[in-house]
């Protein structure tokens, strides 16, 4: 409601005038300071005037190995070729846009660009000066061939046709829910946000809930660095995701389905909206499914923006109209999650997998793994290989056949120099990691007996398998060649963390910053050991002490950093002695 | 602030640095470590806090209440706020006292904080010359925890550019630099106050609080109740004494205040907010220290000395008097009196022997004189909701009191300990008074030994609750749990009807309610009221303290105590039924206007009849002569059809007038009539209640006389009482404004007649 209220604000004046809100406030019956906290919380709300033309160049990592620095430069230079005051043109850093395949990613007034070149963005820039329409960068839609579609493409909603012919005409009870918990449990289908919860629980989890209001939320905020996989898969296969909100909300006996999507893709909320409509003409979702009386209205929710949205908590806490800040748990959203009501969220992925599990049985996903691990998923990878994009493959892949065998080898002939198999929240690993790095067990088992090294290219892509090492397996994978600077891209990922921090428990807000100015102080040659050992120390109290993912995630590039890579780090460290240079302190401006 | 339902749900056991503790499930650990480790004022919960406070809803954002937290010998990997985490039975719980990741963490979380803060001695300076004033050592609630863990100088760098102060506020200064970010003002304004004024802006690192839409303070709509300055565990919202006024003579400083037993636990930054607000005052053997009637809002504390409470004003009532062996009705010589209860019984008042009266002690009818020595604390409610003064306070020795402000006894009842401090001091020495002043406690009373009895009976089973204005105590078919007496403060005792609230009566200090609900198993009231469930809603008005006693408790309290049990089934009936009629002749009659006006209820009122009435305002003259010469009834009020309702007692449906009597000396007859009791202080406060303006304060001589220094010469002593029409009766059985009326235009009737007669109801067929 109020975001709504602040977004129509916006589209009518350009930014949020203080007089409108104190309207805004009057007629809702808000206090203002309620308005304010929401408005300046979500950076997509403008609350002045702003310049003509914003230019926001992505800053993350994907784009970085693809040269945003140099552009977001030479853009710059062009805004103040326009006009050097900096009223017409604005050129400035944004976090991920989920272009990382066709780095680098550009917003300009909102409109997203990928993949140009800068004289292309340059000539962008010059019609949005002179008020002509911007054009529209079309992404394919077309189907793939996946696996996940047991359609082909074409929308049939054959699983929710299956589940609503087991309603018992006597009890109105759907007699074939067991069989499909039965048949997630098989599957062993896990949260595909990189939690990796199984689903089978949490669904079962909301149904045992005695509540007359139950919700499904899709968590499709995806703004991880690296991360686009949701992005092909809502573009593509908008119907799977609608299916699987339906098989969810019948399964919860929900009330209603909310997909969360973030703002900057227009093309994906488009695509879902469709599948909606088109949903609910043929009977399998809204009023009255299939005739079978049972009713699960599903709508979008266009995310107001961050990263912190794609935590279930901070999601719902969006959604009711507050700042996007992690809640304490327990309670979880299965118990009290959306207006403190029992709810379903799953990410986009895991929910569209659901109708072909059910459709085809447990087993045909379990068993397409390979190497120990079992079903598949979708993997986005980006950096330095030649052809990034979204694959289809089974847990337990090596990293040898993802990188050389699907993403055709590292660009440029560049060697592999390091994997961030979860995005910046798993950290770097290196090509080859020294026995005593690892776990014990880890090493009984994939260690030859007397190998001082185990070589990454034959790590196999399975949650377990990460875990065993003391890693994690998200849904991002970026490549690192050996031209790389770690110091530097340690340093990026830690500016990720603070920019997106929500700045509600200390250990994020404060240690985020912290870790930032010791890293650049690093970069700078300004860091010694006891330093660096403190910036370590205070990882660790992040990782035991913030409410949420985000804190707990945010030292792992600094940590990994130090771990694996003690040569890059040598390389930097001050070693003058003496007291610190201080000089690293000065708090910069962030974006 | 606990969750605690209690409700059935067994206690939960748990261990915390290896000390046992059961608590009801929904506690958090940080409360369960309070119930554990804090047994007296002074000791201290073994884990730290700075984003919480008892009285708030957790938030855990400060994160320095961590624990390390195994259940059922499983570790958990993360750590847990302990203000905020529930607990589980086989909790093992421990704290930075005995875990090296907790005492790790909680350090770093301290250092971060520190980094950012500013330089303590550098600010302190810096402030001192731009404010004239500074926190004071030891109250940073930030510097103390990192004195207590022994975090020294942070490894960590400053941040941030050093930012502005903003000074635009009249009272409050607000230093972003030495802002934690703990969410304590903010909920102090928005969830305590209800101010809603102050939130944060922005994201992540660069967040700050905010007043409205991020405006200077002293822009905003902030109206400087100084809760968010005394939330403020550090520097960063900071009072700007140099604007406040002067602190009066006696000023006790906070420094003095924050050592002084009374004040235990109370935060040093309110004591020097409230600077002012405590003032030493030293009487000498005589010395008048209040007056019964006056309004002067602030309560005392004796330190030393005794002091002697009574009510001055004579124990009469107002009756009118004929001209003293008067025959000729003709020559009436009329007059009014004032007559003690001896010279002119009524009803009813006979079993009053105690007084309530706002102290600890009560007084006695026939001898309304006690006294009070060091630890007493007098005027709470005059203090709290600007009652005038109950009684005159006279120093029986040289003594010594604390005269204590209305935000400081506010804070001292909040106080964890400070209240602790209170309620024992109520159980040991209020207690019995109270009791003895409760109406339905006075049979007890007669039996000295039986009643000391009582008295210990329920000195460990008494609760202080304490309800703010406006707070529903229970609602109408809750089910009953508890009986509770009136400490200070006012209740509103109402039911739901159809068209609206009904309000049955007010309660103030010495009543008691909620016993009708808990005496469902005795047969006489069984049939009356349905069993286990309240039959009506009670309101607080005002600030009220409630002495509660549980439902068990309460009925132990009858099985062991038949006297009581006797008397609480008489008044219990005698409640219910008068409740009873007054909703049956609601219903018989429900009429929008007519009973909100009062009129329905109005045992006689004077109705004029304007077709014949010649505004000859004979009936006010004939009042007034009635009364000694000062008119009870206006000729001015309501129209209804062709009459007119003139100004005089309605006798009221609602009886607002009823509300702040600090003595209780108004009340209402069983047959609704408002009458006012002969111990009646003249405070005026019935009178400023009444919406119709029908009540009047008269002087009438006492008698006595006094030497006036001015005029030289005797001077009659005249006492203020409240007068209201008291339906005088005439020759021929009339008052006498009817019966002066020479147009035959003033009449007396009842409500409900009236009603008939201008036909708004149907005349009930006759009665065979």
């Keep these: 409601m109020l975001v709504q209220e602040l977004n129509a604000l916006q589209k009518r004046f350009g930014y949020l005038p203080a007089d409108e809100l104190k309207e805004l406030s009057r007629r809702l019956g808000v206090p203002l300071h309620r308005l304010h906290e929401v408005a300046s919380f979500f950076p997509h709300f403008k609350l002045k005037k702003g310049a003509d033309v914003e230019v926001l160049v992505c800053r993350d990592v994907s784009c970085c190995l693809r040269g945003a620095e140099p552009l977001r430069q030479g853009l710059k230079a062009l805004a103040n070729e326009i006009d050097p005051t900096g009223k017409s043109v604005h050129v400035d850093g944004v976090s991920c846009l989920g272009q990382c395949d066709h780095a680098p990613a550009v917003l300009i007034n909102d409109q997203v660009y990928y993949g140009l070149t800068e004289p292309q963005l340059r000539s962008r820039i010059h019609s949005a000066v002179a008020r002509d329409p911007l054009p529209h960068q079309r992404a394919d839609r077309s189907p793939q061939g996946w696996k996940i579609d047991p359609y082909g493409g074409t929308p049939r909603y054959e699983a929710v046709q299956k589940l609503v012919a087991t309603r018992d005409p006597a009890s109105g009870a759907l007699l074939g829910i067991d069989a499909l918990l039965e048949s997630l449990k098989e599957s062993t289908l896990r949260g595909m946000g990189g939690a990796r919860f199984p689903t089978h629980i949490k669904w079962a989890a909301v149904r045992s809930q005695q509540s007359d209001t139950k919700y499904v939320v899709c968590n499709g905020d995806e703004s991880e660095p690296g991360t686009f996989k949701d992005r092909e898969l809502l573009r593509r296969a908008p119907h799977l995701l609608v299916e699987g909100m339906v098989l969810a909300g019948l399964t919860a006996g929900a009330t209603k389905g909310y997909i969360y999507i973030r703002h900057e893709y227009h093309e994906e909320i488009e695509a879902v909206e469709e599948a909606i409509r088109d949903a609910r003409s043929r009977g399998a979702c809204g009023d009255d499914i299939f005739g079978s009386g049972l009713s699960f209205p599903v709508e979008v929710f266009v995310s107001p923006g961050g990263y912190i949205c794609g935590e279930e908590s901070a999601l719902l806490e969006a959604m009711e109209d507050r700042r996007a800040e992690p809640r304490n748990k327990p309670p979880f959203p299965t118990v009290k999650g959306l207006f403190n009501q029992p709810t379903i969220i799953n990410n986009v992925e895991t929910l569209m997998w659901t109708p072909a599990i059910y459709l085809n049985g447990g087993a045909w996903y379990r068993d397409q793994g390979v190497n120990g691990g079992q079903g598949l998923w979708f993997c986005s990878i980006s950096g330095d290989v030649r052809d990034p994009g979204v694959y289809e493959v089974p847990f337990g892949i090596t990293v040898r056949d993802l990188v050389y065998r699907r993403a055709g080898g590292m660009a440029g002939g560049q060697r592999l120099k390091a994997i961030a198999p979860s995005g910046p929240s798993g950290g770097f690993l290196p090509t080859l990691i020294p026995r005593n790095a690892l776990p014990k067990t880890f090493v009984e088992k994939y260690l030859p007996e007397g190998g001082a090294f185990f070589d990454i290219l034959d790590l196999p892509l399975d949650p377990d398998v990460l875990r065993g090492m003391e890693g994690m397996l998200g849904a991002a994978f970026v490549a690192v060649g050996e031209q790389a600077d770690l110091v530097a891209l340690a340093l990026n990922l830690t500016e990720f963390f603070r920019n997106e921090s929500c700045g509600k428990c200390v250990p994020c807000r404060i240690g985020s910053q912290k870790l930032v100015e010791m890293l650049r102080a690093l970069k700078a040659g300004q860091l010694d050991r006891e330093h660096l050992d403190l910036a370590s120390s205070l990882g660790q109290t992040m990782i035991l002490t913030s409410i949420c993912g985000l804190g707990q995630v945010a030292p792992n590039p600094l940590l990994s950093l130090v771990k694996y890579f003690p040569d890059d780090v040598d390389a930097y460290l001050d070693r003058r002695g003496g007291p610190p240079v201080r000089e690293f302190s000065a708090f910069e401006t962030m974006v | ?768």
Aim: charged content about 25%; some cysteine.
């Design chain 2, 1 to 768: 602030m606990s969750s605690a339902n209690g409700n059935g749900a067994p206690p939960v056991s748990l261990t915390i640095d290896g000390r046992k503790v059961s608590v009801p499930a929904g506690t958090t650990i940080y409360d369960a470590a309070t119930r554990a480790f804090v047994k007296q004022a002074g000791d201290r919960n073994p884990i730290p806090i700075l984003c919480h406070r008892e009285h708030m809803t957790p938030v855990a954002v400060c994160r320095v209440c961590t624990v390390d937290v195994s259940v059922n010998g499983r570790q958990e990997f993360r750590l847990a706020p302990a203000c905020q985490r529930e607990v589980a039975e086989g909790m093992e719980v421990r704290t930075h006292e005995t875990s090296d990741r907790v005492r790790n963490a909680v350090s770093m979380l301290t250092e971060l904080l520190l980094a950012d803060y500013p330089d303590p001695e550098a600010a302190r300076a810096a402030r001192l010359t731009k404010q004239g004033q500074s926190r004071g050592e030891g109250n940073d609630e930030l510097i103390e925890l990192a004195e207590r863990l022994g975090v020294e100088n942070p490894r960590f760098s400053r941040s941030r550019r050093e930012k502005p102060i903003d000074e635009s506020s009249m009272v409050i200064a607000v230093d972003h630099n030495a802002c934690i970010l703990c969410d304590r003002c903010i909920r102090a304004c928005n969830d305590i106050r209800n101010n809603h004024v102050i939130g944060r802006t922005g994201k992540g690192y660069k967040t700050r609080i905010a007043f409205d839409l991020d405006d200077p303070m002293g822009d905003s709509s902030c109206v400087a109740c100084g809760e968010c300055m005394i939330s403020c565990p550090t520097g960063a919202l900071l009072s700007k004494h140099h604007v406040l006024s002067r602190p009066p003579a006696g000023t006790v400083p906070a420094e003095e205040l924050a050592a002084h037993p009374l004040f235990t636990g109370v935060s040093k930054a309110f004591l020097d907010f409230n600077e002012g607000a405590v003032v030493r005052k030293h009487f000498r053997k005589g010395d008048v220290i209040c007056r019964e009637g006056d309004y002067d809002a602030t309560a005392y504390y004796i330190e030393d000395g005794e002091v002697e409470i009574f009510i001055s004003s004579p124990f009469k009532h107002v009756k009118n008097h004929r001209g003293a062996g008067s025959w000729n009705p003709f020559a009436l010589v009329r007059n009014s009196l004032l007559a003690g209860r001896g010279e002119d019984r009524r009803d009813e008042e006979m079993d009053t022997e105690f007084i309530s009266i706002d102290a600890p002690v009560v007084l006695r009818y026939d001898k309304p004189v006690a006294t009070m020595g060091p630890g007493a604390i007098f005027g709470e409610m005059a203090c709290m909701s600007s009652y005038p003064r109950s009684a005159t306070v006279v120093a029986q020795t040289d003594c010594t009191l604390l005269e204590v402000g209305r935000n400081v006894l506010y804070i001292l009842q909040r106080g964890k300990f400070s209240k602790a401090q209170l309620d024992e001091r109520y159980r040991q020495n209020a207690l019995d008074n109270h009791l003895r002043g409760a109406t339905v406690f006075a049979r007890m009373v007669k039996n000295e030994d039986e009643f000391k009895k009582l008295v210990e009976f329920l000195r460990p089973r008494v609760d202080l609750v304490r309800v703010n204005n406006g707070e529903v105590i229970f609602r109408q078919g809750d089910p009953a749990d508890a009986y509770y007496l009136i400490r200070i403060g006012f209740v509103k005792v109402s039911q739901e009807r159809p068209g609206g609230e009904f309000v049955l009566t007010y309660f103030g200090p010495g009543k008691s309610f909620g016993e009708i609900g808990l005496m469902g198993h005795i047969p006489e009231i069984r049939d009356l009221a349905p069993p286990g469930i309240r039959t009506a809603t009670c309101t607080a008005l005002d600030h009220v303290d409630l002495v509660k006693i549980k439902g068990e408790d309460f009925r132990l309290l009858l099985e062991q105590f038949p006297s009581v049990q006797k008397s609480f089934i008489d008044y219990a009936i005698t409640i219910l039924k008068q409740n009873e009629r007054m909703l049956r002749q609601v219903n018989e009659d429900s009429l929008g206007d007519f009973l909100q006006q009062g009129l329905m209820n109005a045992q006689s009122v004077l109705v004029l009849d304007l077709e014949k009435c010649t505004r000859c305002d004979e009936c006010t003259k004939a009042c007034a002569d009635s009364h000694g010469g000062v008119t009870r009834l206006i000729r001015e009020g309501l129209r209804f059809d062709r009459f007119l309702v003139a100004s005089s007692c309605r006798s009221c449906l609602d009886p607002y007038c009823m509300v702040g009597c600090p003595v209780n000396s108004i009340r209402r007859r069983g047959s609704l009539e408002i009458i006012i009791e002969d111990w009646c202080i003249g405070c005026g406060k019935c009178a400023e209640n009444c919406p119709y303006g029908n009540i009047n304060m008269h002087p009438f001589p006492t008698g006595q006389n006094v030497f006036d220094e001015e005029l030289r010469r005797k001077v009659p002593v005249l006492q203020q009482k409240a007068t209201t029409c008291d339906l005088c009766r005439e020759l021929d059985g009339q008052p006498s404004c009817v019966y002066a009326c020479p147009h035959d235009a003033a009449h007396r009737m009842k409500g409900s007649d009236l009603a008939r007669e201008i036909g708004i109801v149907a005349t009930p067929p006759p009665v065979r």
